[in-house]
């Protein structure tokens, strides 16, 4: 029986693949050049000798049409056969070369490399010498994220990134959910709290140059060098939001000690907190100032607006997470001194109840890679002609765009204003965050 059960495995077994010979160019045109004139018999014989291993007919029979065809082609013996292409057409056919010696140059030169620059990059190439492929205008090539994975793949990068936490919900989630929405309601209702007056407030990383948590470096390299560049590289954007569908004015939060580290010649709105930490993450200080010259600036316009009998007495809410910047005395205090009740988002349960997260944080940040998309690929395109207005010639590979933090940081900035006044006219995608966490 144990015999029969071993003969059935066996059988059934996958079978295990064959070791395939792979011939140089040369080596493959003496192969077929040889069976034109002495037969596939003989030259299978021949190479197996002379190549000590087996070479069989199929193989070469393959070679040798595909050498006459080339050869009625061409009208010459053939030195060279080069092997057919496998698999499908490359998108960008014979300019994904150039994106390829374009990555190779950045990487030698210490950059970075991500997906979101290098769609940026082939983007800015196949404007400058095919724009007529592209579907903006009329062609079929649409440079996406997965294109630039898999082109950074065939290229032999391999992806790195940081080991990260797995979140787990509490096991008792839904009660903790519904006792949640149901103290923010009691509250509401109690203090008869229009939605103008319910805030969430929510602090976010915001990388200078995007691309996620991970850089692409060659397979079976030991460490990351990246000389002179990081991407990571970022500041801290304090985001609020109310109920009814209104942006606030944010808190950007930059790295340093003193305000000589915050961009210059850029055109903030005056209602907006911009401000430094050594660190660009926020603390008690920073959110005092942001309370101080955000929060209960809007709250006191919003307090002005309605009738007489409730201006002074209404009171508002504020949401936010348990974070521990927010939950000093001095900042507690605060609120409660401007008739601001603040609500907490339940501990690890941020990315399914804080409103913020689940809308318009994501799409601030797309609409930041967005911009840096179009201007990475701008400035591609803008020294490839330099290039060639001084020298002549076009070579996407000796473009290296400076992406110092000094050059970055007014352009990154103007980027938010812009991002920011966009988003505020979104009203249905700032409501969609508090309608997903239940509180609409």
């Known amino acids: 029986m144990m015999q029969l059960i071993q003969l059935c495995l066996h059988r059934h077994a996958k079978r295990k693949r064959g070791d395939y010979n792979n011939y140089d160019d040369e080596t493959r045109a003496k192969i077929a050049r040889y069976a034109v004139d002495n037969g596939v018999a003989r030259a299978s014989r021949k190479f197996t000798s002379d190549l000590g291993r087996k070479v069989s007919e199929t193989t070469i029979r393959s070679m040798r049409d595909t050498y006459v065809k080339l050869k009625k082609k061409v ?32 990487r030698i030169n210490g950059g970075v490399i991500n997906a979101r620059i290098v769609m940026a990059a082939a983007e800015a190439i196949v404007t400058k010498f095919a724009r007529h492929r592209l579907e903006r205008y009329g062609g079929h090539i649409t440079i996406t994220s997965s ?30 959910r519904q006792e949640y929405i149901s103290k923010i309601n009691n509250v509401r209702e109690k203090h008869h709290i229009p939605d103008t007056l319910i805030i969430n407030w929510d602090q976010t990383g915001c990388q200078l140059v995007p691309g996620g948590d991970w850089t692409m470096e060659k397979e079976g390299t030991q460490q990351i060098s990246i000389s002179g560049l990081d991407d990571k590289r970022q500041i801290t954007l304090l985001l609020a939001v109310s109920m009814s569908g209104d942006l606030l004015p944010q808190q950007l939060i930059y790295p340093g000690k003193t305000d000589r580290c915050l961009p210059k010649g850029v055109d903030f709105p005056s209602t907006w907190d911009v401000t430094c930490t050594e660190t660009h993450w926020s603390n008690e200080d920073t959110m005092i100032q942001f309370v101080n010259n955000v929060i209960v600036p809007y709250v006191d316009e919003i307090r002005d607006s309605m009738p007489l009998n409730n201006s002074t007495t209404q009171k508002a809410i504020a949401i936010f997470d348990v974070f521990k910047a927010h939950r000093g005395e001095r900042l507690l205090d605060l609120l409660k001194a401007n008739d601001i009740v603040p609500l907490f988002v339940p501990a690890a349960c941020t990315d399914r109840l804080q409103p913020l997260d689940l809308s318009v944080n994501r799409e601030y940040k797309e609409q930041l890679k967005s911009h840096f998309h179009d201007w990475y690929s701008a400035e591609v395109i803008h020294q490839i002609n330099e290039q060639e207005d001084s020298t002549g010639e076009i070579a996407p590979d000796n473009v290296v765009v400076n992406m110092r933090t000094s050059v970055l940081k007014p352009i990154h900035a103007n980027w938010i204003v812009s991002s920011h006044n966009k988003i505020s006219t979104r009203k249905d995608l700032i409501q969609l965050g508090f309608r997903k966490a239940g509180l609409l």
């Open 147 to 176: 294109f630039a994975k898999s082109l950074l793949r065939r290229m032999g990068f391999v992806k790195r990134k940081g080991t990260k936490a797995v979140k787990h919900l509490p096991n008792d989630f839904d009660e903790i």
């Open 75 to 106: 009208g010459t013996e053939l030195v060279t056969l080069p092997h057919s292409p496998h698999g499908n057409p490359l998108l960008l056919g014979d300019l994904d070369t150039k994106v390829q010696d374009w990555i190779r140059k950045v």
